[in-house]
Structure formats: structure tokens, C-alpha cells
């Protein structure tokens, strides 16, 4: 799929589905196509949600809200609504490892994936 002619995947762009719809991250260099899209089965393009550049993990949630991570060193973690828009800083975790699952109304996360590692829960 292309987004004014530009491929909006890059190798290890981080991806998670939910129902019909993929969620998926373009982060390649710095550019102003970078950020979150989705594509709903049956859609004719992609939709971009938020704008960011450096998105290395990515999860979504059944009511459409996405979730990302920008860069390893900030550990910010940033909520879009639905629609897309303005992201909002729900937590900050510098150095976390990535999204480990979510339940209704929370999202859990990993500062290390090895055995000593932290784990951490925030409200959505």
C-alpha cells in the first residue's frame, strides 16, 4: 500500500490487528508521512492517525485507540484517539522494552524482557 507514492511500511515496522482493522507504524528517517495508520479490510487506502517519527512499538485496543512509543530514550508513551489527532502522554517509562498485552482498561509493559525486569500497568 502507497501514501502519495511512498511505500508507508518499512522493514521491522511495528504492527498488531484488531478485528478487521491493522494498526501498523511507518518510521523511517524523519519525515512528515511517518507515524501511526490503520487499514480496515475493504478500505481503498490507509488512514493516517498521528503524525511522530522513531515509532518502535505499537498496540492497539478494541475501541480503536493506539498506543506507541517514539523513541528507546524518551519512553514516553503516547495515546491517539480513534479518529486520529493530537497524541496525549499517558506515561513515561524511559527505556522500556515494548507492549506486553492490555485488558479493558489497562496496558502492560516490560522495562527489561529477562527474568529481572520490571513490569509496569497503565490506566488507558
Do not use: M
Not at 492517525?49 to 512499538?57: C, D, E, F, K, M
Not at 512509543?69 to 499517558?90: C, E, Y
Amino acid at each position: 500500500t502507497t501514501a502519495s507514492g511512498t511505500s508507508v511500511v518499512f522493514d521491522g515496522a511495528p504492527l498488531c490487528a484488531v478485528g478487521d482493522t491493522v494498526y501498523f507504524a511507518r518510521a523511517g528517517g524523519t519525515d512528515p508521512l511517518n507515524g501511526v495508520y490503520k487499514y480496515k479490510a475493504r478500505d481503498t487506502t490507509v488512514t493516517q492517525l498521528g503524525s511522530a517519527n522513531s515509532i518502535n512499538t505499537l498496540i492497539a485496543d478494541e475501541t480503536g485507540a493506539t498506543y506507541y512509543r517514539a523513541t528507546f530514550i524518551d519512553g514516553s508513551i503516547h495515546k491517539l484517539p480513534p479518529q486520529g489527532g493530537k497524541p496525549v502522554t499517558i506515561a513515561k517509562v524511559p527505556g522500556f522494552s515494548g507492549f506486553a498485552g492490555q485488558d479493558a482498561k489497562l496496558i502492560y509493559t516490560f522495562y527489561d524482557w529477562g527474568s529481572a525486569g520490571s513490569a509496569y500497568k497503565f490506566v488507558k
